[in-house]
């Protein structure tokens, strides 16, 4: 049975305009007042941050206005998020962080006899199955809190700390705390938030560095980012994507179809990418243009809104499916689609195809199967023309 893809990141918002400042300022405890040394300071799902010095200090440079969630974590104390609105001057911010509370529980050591398999499944739904998961590793997966919930039927995981996940492929190093994963077979949805910092691997090799790069290209080309930037700015179809309305008409026999799926093609639940056999879905001929779908904010300054009651499937034009995805379809490989449902009919994204509420969007499809292995966090820059 295919499964399809929630992402929950708490994704964080930027815009792209030319000046860039800084983001500085220290990390204490909140109990003392003394600084933190140490202590990771990122904005998150970004290539942006670090750790603070001796003295607590931070300093983020290259930040461009917009609004930011930064993250600062320090061992034996709550982690905390910061939304930051930053213009064009510099961003000074003291971050106090409160002790985690010691709590004493008495309780009988017992290995879990499928703790090894559910590390596995998660792996492969967290990091991926792609050519480029293979080599993704995550390094301490000892720290991860796993288990089954047989009440919910689904598999839970969190950490503590931070997951270290090695990206070979894409020359990343992934610190990501993972405060909630649950994949549901009752539901048949993944899904998982948390705070993810990209930190650049370093070589002097110039041919590891090119395939790195050519790699990253790769994978952002027909992503959902990529999508969303094309969407803004009104450029779909020149960056290789179409547009498709598709909509969903409870399954019934006798079921005269009504003026507005007259038109439709019936879709196979496969091909839309849906495991719900109660529904019978409909794709519409017209493709959609950027300006039947996305419209600058009337009360939100550099922001663009969304606006869609059914669900959409979106075609990669420019590269075929992997081989490993069309076999796991039972088909020859053809171009990349993938299906978004919205849980809301209106949507905010920022300038960078950030969606404002990332608990809006579901996906499925292509998307669905790609997962933290063919990623590049939100800051990427593509260096294609």
């Excluded at 809104?305 to 020859?332: Q, S």
Aim: glycine letters at 6%; a positive charge; proline letters at 3%.
């Amino acid at each position: 049975m295919k499964r399809v893809l929630f992402f929950c990141y708490l994704l964080t918002l930027t815009e792209v305009v030319s000046a860039q400042v800084k983001i500085t300022g220290r990390v204490v405890s909140a109990t003392d007042g003394k600084p933190l040394g140490f202590a990771t300071v990122f904005i998150n799902n970004t290539s942006k941050g670090g750790t603070t010095n001796e003295g607590g200090s931070f300093n983020i440079g290259g930040v461009v206005p917009g609004r930011y969630e930064l993250i600062a974590s320090y061992v034996g104390y709550e982690t905390v998020s910061n939304f930051l609105d930053v213009n064009t001057e510099d961003v000074d911010i003291k971050i106090a962080l409160q002790p985690k509370a010691t709590v004493l529980k008495a309780f009988e050591v017992k290995r879990d006899p499928k703790r090894e398999a559910n590390i596995k499944k998660f792996k492969e739904t967290f990091i991926g199955k792609t050519e480029f998961a293979k080599t993704c590793v995550i390094t301490n997966d000892e720290i991860l809190d796993i288990g089954y919930d047989n009440a919910e039927q689904a598999l839970k995981a969190s950490t503590e700390d931070y997951l270290v996940i090695v990206n070979a492929a894409l020359g990343y190093k992934i610190r990501f705390l993972l405060k909630q994963y649950v994949n549901s077979d009752r539901d048949h949805v993944i899904s998982y938030y948390g705070y993810a910092f990209y930190e650049n691997m370093t070589t002097k090799k110039k041919a590891q560095q090119r395939q790195w790069a050519a790699n990253r290209e790769e994978v952002f080309h027909g992503s959902s980012l990529h999508f969303f930037r094309s969407l803004i700015n009104g450029n779909t179809a020149e960056e290789g994507f179409v547009v498709n309305e598709v909509v969903r008409r409870p399954r019934q026999r006798g079921y005269v179809k009504d003026t507005i799926v007259k038109n439709g093609k019936i879709m196979m639940n496969r091909d839309a990418y849906s495991d719900d056999s109660n529904y019978v879905n409909y794709r519409m001929p017209r493709p959609l243009q950027p300006v039947d779908l996305m419209k600058p904010s009337d009360s939100l300054e550099d922001k663009y809104e969304l606006h869609c009651e059914n669900m959409l499937l979106v075609t990669y034009m420019k590269e075929l499916e992997a081989n490993k995805y069309a076999r796991l379809m039972g088909r020859l490989p053809k171009e990349q689609e993938s299906m978004i449902r919205f849980m809301q009919p209106d949507c905010t994204f920022s300038k960078e195809g950030v969606c404002v509420n990332p608990l809006a969007l579901l996906f499925s499809g292509y998307w669905g199967w790609e997962k933290l292995a063919d990623q590049v966090p939100y800051d990427y820059v593509s260096k294609s023309k």
